[in-house]
């Protein structure tokens, strides 16, 4: 009985150091039923109604590893091999790599633990509200009645929106353990869009808030994960950077630059301190600085952020985004009128009679972050000769069927009788609509992941020329089809691409820190900025 006695406490106390406890629940079994419906429905897991809650669990408790505890095994190979990259584990070439071996090395270096994962969905206030924006909060704040007290720093907005989560959430008769839509009431369908851009989600298509916000609030956790990370890596190669460059710059200053770094960053220098002296005071100071607490000016320089880490993470990401906004101004500035109409069109905005380019573009620009306002009539714009005709000969439209039944039929004159086929569909409704928006549903799935590829030489440069866009001389198919896609997808989604994400920038954007201590810590001389490029270079 001894042993057994020990044996068990063993095991027992293994458990808990390893993973999750034996006897403790899933954080769904505490979750109200409209929380397990949302929860599925979120996930796009369909579930009969009406259904009992042990039915609703056991739904749950079969797809909750792969969407909640580790969603990467769901994820495709290229996805995988993407994941790794921005790990920098070296793969083969997704041919030659097996997914098995690309899912053994994702989960070696995923995130979290599957036992944090458990106990995080337990304790969703603490991370749901993390990725949001400040703006965002202060909404949220304001909407509800919170008081934050002045200066509204990230820091004490975070902490007042959790502690009064819960509060909101029962004054509102809602649940909050997997929160409703009430949680982004203060939200605009651009906002959600903006947030799923700026994480590097795809819109749902076609979009409705509704979809928005499960997109949003089913990716949240993901978000949270990757900012952490990318918080962590800024905190740590800025920490370096700003160590080696003090230790650099120290030993070579003046006393007068010494002085001047010493005013500058709020160290007091006692009357008749001597130039080692003031190394020693600078030294001494060091530590205070790496934890950006002695320098107000580099505190503010990224704005209020919950820590160190946290403000270079702001920092990348913004500039990140700001990229990301850059390259969309740059594409639409080749847009021809058309298509700068036809964006707009896409998504309800009424666009002022006798516009000229410019008041089209800046238009545009102002609703980067907007949805497209789900299918529409130019959602047939880049789907491929078949497709096109296909539906065109089903269609039931005795004009659209000539077309599509001619030999002779351009896609542009297919593309075109597509669109008033589903202009007359969408006007009378009923079976006809449905049967237009099923196979615009079906069609544009199928294409998600080979999109132009079947297109000739000359629709992907009339398609091109669709949008005011010139073709260099000599240009290779394969490079036409990414100057297609790219197109539309800006088309399609605004500001930023799914795949060309903020995260996926933010390295890049930390790479420059050194520019931060410099610029902050007011190490302005020459002799300063000789050594922190040789700082710098050897980072």
């Known amino acids: 009985m001894r042993l057994l006695s020990t044996v068990l406490s063993l095991a027992l ?31 796009d897991i369909p579930y009969p109604t009406p259904a009992d809650r042990k039915d609703l669990e056991a739904l749950i408790e079969k797809n909750w590893e792969q969407h909640a505890v580790a969603p990467y095994k769901n994820w495709d190979t290229d996805k995988l091999q993407a994941y790794l990259k921005t790990k920098g584990i070296e793969t083969k070439d997704a041919a030659e790599s097996s997914k098995d071996s690309l899912l053994s090395k994702v989960q070696s270096s995923w995130y979290e633990t599957e036992d944090k994962a458990h106990s ?16 965002a909060l202060k909404a949220f704040a304001d909407r509800h009645g919170i008081s934050v007290p002045q200066p509204r720093t990230r820091d004490t907005l975070l902490q007042k929106v959790r502690e009064n989560y819960d509060t909101v959430a029962k004054k509102a008769g809602e649940t909050a353990s997997y929160p409703g839509d009430w949680l982004y009431e203060t939200w605009s369908e651009s906002d959600l ?78 009357q008749g301190t001597k130039a080692n002296e003031l190394r020693a005071l ?15 000016s580099a505190a503010s320089a990224f704005g209020a952020a919950t820590s160190n880490a946290g403000n270079q993470y702001a920092k990348a990401t913004n500039d990140a985004s700001l ?27 009424p666009v002022p009679h006798a ?65 008033s086929a589903y202009a007359s569909a969408s006007s009378a409704g009923g079976d006809s609509y449905a049967s237009a928006t099923s196979y615009l549903a079906q069609a544009t799935d199928a294409a998600k ?61 930390v790479k420059d820190t050194y520019h931060w201590v410099m610029g902050h810590l007011g190490a302005g001389s020459e002799v300063a900025k000789k050594k922190a490029q040789d700082a710098k270079n050897e980072l």
Do not use: C
């Open 323 to 349: 990229a990301a906004q850059e390259a969309f101004n740059e594409a639409v500035d080749t847009w021809s009128d058309s298509r700068l109409k036809a964006y707009l069109d896409a998504r309800g905005i």
């Open 13 to 43: 106390a293994t458990n808990v150091v390893v993973g999750s406890s034996w006897f403790s629940k899933p954080a769904y079994n505490k979750w109200h039923e409209t929380e397990l419906e949302r929860w599925l429905s979120d996930n």
């Open 193 to 270: 869009k903006e947030w799923l851009d700026t994480h590097g989600f795809p819109a749902p298509q076609p979009s409705t808030r509704d979809k928005l916000i499960a997109s949003v609030r089913r990716n949240s956790r993901l978000a949270y994960l990757k900012a952490q990370e990318q918080q962590a890596s800024a905190s740590a190669k800025a920490n370096a950077a700003y160590a080696t460059l003090t230790d650099k710059i120290i030993d070579s200053w003046s006393e007068s630059q010494l002085k001047e770094f010493a005013d500058k960053n709020g160290i007091s220098v006692p």
């Open 120 to 135: 995080a969905w337990a304790n969703v206030r603490d991370w749901i509200i993390d990725t949001w924006s400040d703006s």
């Open 355 to 419: 516009s000229k380019t410019d008041e089209l573009r800046a238009l545009v620009r102002k609703n980067s972050h907007k949805a497209a306002s789900g299918f529409n009539a130019w959602t047939w714009d880049d789907l491929s000769y078949d497709n096109l005709k296909k539906y065109l000969i089903n269609s039931g439209n005795d004009a659209a069927r000539k077309v599509g039944e001619s030999t002779s039929a351009t896609r542009d004159e297919m593309v075109s009788a597509a669109q």
């Open 449 to 509: 992941n080979n999109m132009f590829d079947s297109w000739s030489e000359s629709e992907l440069k009339a398609y091109l020329d669709s949008y005011g866009v010139p073709v260099p001389q000599g240009s290779t198919l394969n490079e036409l089809r990414a100057a297609a896609r790219k197109q539309s997808t800006y088309f399609k989604y605004g500001t930023n691409s799914p795949t060309g994400t903020a995260f996926a920038k933010l390295s890049e954007s």
């Open 282 to 296: 600078v030294r001494r100071h060091r530590a205070e600085f790496l934890d950006d607490t002695a320098s107000a």
